[in-house]
Each structure stands twice: as C-alpha cells, then as structure tokens.
C-alpha cells in the first residue's frame, strides 16, 4: 500500500509542479481514500507536501528567470496571515463540510484552467497597483482555504496571475513562490494537532522530491502549456466527481 501512495504521490507531485502548485488539491483525497484521518494526518500532511513540491520546483523555475520575486511579494506576506488562521479553524470545522468545501474548491480550479487552456497567452501585465490590490485580496483568500482545507490555494493564485497579464510559465513559477509561503505557514497552524504517520512519511516525502523536479524542469524547458492545463483540469473534475459520490 506504502508502494502505491508513495507512486501515486509522484505522479501527482509531476503535474502539478509543472503549473507551479503543490498536489495537494490531490495529496489530500488520495491519501484520505487510503484511509487516513482527514483532519489530523492528511491535511497537515498534504501541506506538508505541497510546500515542498513547489519549494523544489522554483529550483529549475529561478534558473530560467520565470519567478517574479518582486511582485509576488504582497501575497507572500497575504498568506503568511491568512494561512494560519485557516489552519486553526479547521479542527471545528465538520469533516462532512470540509469535504464538501474541498469538491467545491476543486470543481473551480477545474473549470478556471479548462477555460484559460483555450485561450492564448497574456500579452501584457496589468498595473502595478491594481495587481498588488487584486493579487493580495485574493491571496488572503487563498490562504485562508489553504490552511483550512489543506490545498495549498495554487488553484486560485495560478488562474489569478494569468488574468493580472502574466504569461503561463511565469505564471507557474510565481505560484510556486506564494504557495511555498502558503503551505508551510499552514502546515505550522496544524502542529499542535498533527498525529505524524512515520513510514507514510519516509514513503512520499522521496516521492516528491522526484515528482516536483522533473515536473517544474518538464515545464521550464519543455511542456506546452495548453497541454499541461488540460491534463491538469480533467484530472481535478475526475477528482471532484469522486468526492461528490
């Protein structure tokens, strides 16, 4: 069973790299379907996960220039807030609601990427004021769902950033920026109540390293980002759909 979480978790952690996001819209059912408590193992441990995917993946992001570390600052220090406060309304919060919310999270970020995959590339950013008002109201919210619903909030930043003007790449690495903040801020809202789970732990944790650099690398140097956004939107309405059920 460790075998099949641990693969599961690197295919995962590749395609998710590669749109600059963590896995954990993924991480989190995955590892509940195997049947792990929601609240005190897996969404800690899909924070946990997504903050390393994407801290791996602005390796070969930083490289090629794509992280826009200025303008992705504002919604660093946005999350750092807000990812916390999630994080510590989550234990009150019914595992039946949370489930619900996550579907409904994941149905979004479903038909947000579907629907930019059709479209062509930004040809231009918006003004830096109105990005750094946009940008942080929206990280703020980002946030809050990430430490909560243990999703890392990528799904909102990644279709944020493309419609603020910027292109899919850097899209995709600036995400990983944010949520790197995102997820770890989060994870550390969860630890006074997280049971660790040590041979799940030693199993996925290898598997992400592999998964998030080859994935970022596929993208920086090689993928089509049509392609990668429509592999990435039907995977999540497939995994929408067996919530739901």
Same mark, same amino acid.
């Given at each position: 069973m460790l075998f099949v979480t641990g693969a599961t978790v690197l295919l995962v952690a590749a395609v998710f790299s590669a749109l600059g996001q963590g896995g954990a819209l993924l991480y989190t059912p995955v590892l509940h379907w195997f049947g792990y408590d929601l609240k005190s193992v897996v969404i800690p441990l899909a924070l946990l996960l997504n903050g390393l995917t994407t801290l791996l993946a602005l390796i070969p992001y930083s490289r090629r220039g794509l992280v826009d570390w200025l303008g992705g600052l504002p919604m660093v220090a946005t999350v750092l807030v807000s990812s916390p406060l999630g994080a510590l309304l989550a234990p009150v919060v019914p595992t039946r609601v949370l489930l619900y919310l996550f579907a409904g999270a994941v149905v979004v970020a479903a038909l947000r990427t579907l629907? $930019?995959?059709?479209? %062509?590339?930004? $040809?231009?950013?918006? %003004?830096?004021?109105?990005?750094?008002v946009i940008g942080s109201?929206?990280?703020?919210?980002?946030g809050f769902a990430s430490g909560m619903l243990g999703v890392g909030g990528g799904f909102v930043i990644a279709p944020l950033l493309m419609w603020l003007g910027y292109e899919?790449?850097?899209?995709?690495?600036?995400t990983a920026y944010v949520v790197t903040f995102s997820s770890f801020s989060g994870f550390a809202g969860h630890l006074a109540h997280m049971t660790v789970e040590w041979p799940l732990l030693l199993s996925v944790v290898p598997a992400v390293v592999v998964g998030s650099l080859a994935g970022s690398w596929l993208m920086a140097n090689r993928a089509r980002p049509s392609a990668v956004k429509w592999l990435y939107g039907t995977l999540l309405l497939g995994v929408?759909?067996?919530l739901l059920v």
């Open positions: 629907s $930019s995959a059709r479209k %062509p590339e930004p $040809s231009g950013l918006m %003004p830096v004021r109105r990005r750094v109201l929206a990280a703020g919210i980002a899919t790449k850097r899209a995709a690495a600036t929408a759909l067996k």
